[in-house]
């Protein structure tokens, strides 16, 4: 389906989507504003809030595109001993663990020099590795439940997956990260 | 193919894109840490943050996008100069509705918090830094995609690989440098009037 190069066309086919999804925005915003006094407290938490989001929402839409290329080349089966599947899901989990402790280290580091010090390099590093490990989860959890959803609704799960799983890792990755500030401050 | 060689190959192709991303946000983050006086000066501003960068990402991801499938369709030729008629809709009509968007989630975040009683910063004040901060961002976003798209087209890359990595990495930095001119050019107009 093409849709005209103009921009009554363009936005007919875009703005409803992107409102529904500035709605969800919103819902994770609401999250953030619930723990709004720490965050200004801590800089350096502040400082992981867009990264974390940013990279559950990458760990998620980089699954989901590969799950959904795989669906339509028809080497994916929706069984846990796929190889293809449990291949992508490890890797999905050992991304994470590679790359969170390079976001917590690098936000401790960066806000140190802009803001000063408040909370020891170890703590930021845990609090950035334990949400990533239970965001890379949720991620696999979420993208192979939509997957499946739109598989069986025979839905192309290129419009439909990647969309939906990359906004709602980005609400996840709020509240995840909500949850292990509480548990490890 | 085992588990093991499907895992080696998802990690490899993945790594680079995250680690592109991981840099533009640090900087985003960054730039939202040293905005503490303003975040404090405006209730509801923090409430934005997300739903202000999501929008970046899904409209100029949506751009980029629409600009590499037309190249490779040779529905639009990759020069800015000459002001191609489509070229020139698609980014209108980006930068609209980035503007109609971003003052949406400014009207729905005072709703939200008017209604439970949370305290928020006046509508005509989320709602000005929200669409300054659009049209700023909007206007450093579209001019790097289509640059970048073109560029990397002309030297023989598929712009569909560069379009993702391009857009979550500048789209935060963008979108968070400019909430901050945006927020600040918006209080010192408050304590003008």
Same mark, same amino acid.
């Given at each position: 389906?093409?849709? %005209? ?37 801590y800089p350096t938490l502040l400082a992981l809030v867009p990264v974390t989001i940013g990279t559950a929402g990458n760990l998620g839409s980089i699954l989901a595109a590969r799950l959904s290329t795989a669906f ?6 929706? %069984? ?75 839905? %192309? ?12 890792? %980005? ?15 | 193919?085992? =588990? ?5 190959? @998802? ?6 894109? +995250? ?24 209730? $509801? ?17 949506? +751009? ?28 209108? @009509? ?20 008017? =209604? ?8 005509? =004040? ?9 049209? +700023? ?37 963008? $979108? ?9 050019? =918006? ?7």
């Amino acid at each position: 389906m093409a849709t %005209d190069w103009t921009v009554r066309a363009i936005t007919r086919a875009m703005l409803p989507v992107l409102l529904v999804l500035t709605m969800v925005e919103i819902g994770s915003g609401l999250v953030l504003g619930s723990f709004e006094a720490q965050l200004l407290q801590y800089p350096t938490l502040l400082a992981l809030v867009p990264v974390t989001i940013g990279t559950a929402g990458n760990l998620g839409s980089i699954l989901a595109a590969r799950l959904s290329t795989a669906f339509h080349l028809g080497t994916l089966s929706f %069984d846990p001993r796929d190889e293809n599947l449990a291949g992508n899901a490890v890797a999905t989990l050992a991304l994470a663990v590679s790359i969170f402790p390079v976001v917590g280290g690098g936000a401790w580091g960066l806000t140190a020099i802009v803001s000063g010090v408040q909370l020891a390099p170890g703590t930021v590093v845990a609090i950035s590795l334990i949400s990533g490990i239970a965001l890379a989860i949720l991620a696999i959890t979420v993208t192979v439940a939509v997957t499946y959803v739109a598989y069986q609704f025979q839905l %192309d799960p290129d419009d439909v997956v990647i969309p939906v799983v990359t906004n709602t890792c %980005d609400v996840l990755g709020i509240v995840v990260l909500f949850a292990t500030v509480q548990l490890v401050l | 193919m085992t =588990v093991r060689d499907a895992a080696r190959d @998802a990690y490899r192709e993945a790594l680079p894109a +995250l680690a592109a991303s991981l840099v533009g946000g640090l900087f985003a983050g960054v730039v939202l840490s040293g905005m503490r006086a303003e975040l404090r000066a405006v209730p $509801g501003l923090l409430v934005l943050v997300p739903a202000l960068l999501a929008t970046r990402g899904n409209v100029y991801g949506s +751009l980029g996008a629409r600009i590499s499938t037309a190249l490779h369709q040779g529905l639009i030729e990759p020069r800015i100069r000459g002001g191609d008629e489509r070229l020139r809709a698609a980014v209108a @009509a980006a930068l609209a509705n980035g503007l109609l968007v971003s003052s949406f989630a400014a009207i729905a975040a005072f709703a939200i918090l008017t =209604v439970f009683g949370g305290s928020v910063a006046p509508l005509p =004040v989320l709602v000005a830094t929200a669409l300054l901060s659009g049209l +700023l961002s909007g206007i450093a976003l579209a001019g790097v995609v289509v640059t970048a798209v073109f560029a990397g087209y002309r030297r023989g890359r598929d712009p569909d690989t560069l379009v993702g990595p391009l857009v979550t990495t500048t789209g935060d930095l963008f $979108g968070m440098l400019f909430l901050l001119v945006a927020v600040r050019l =918006v209080l010192f107009v408050v304590g003008v009037i």
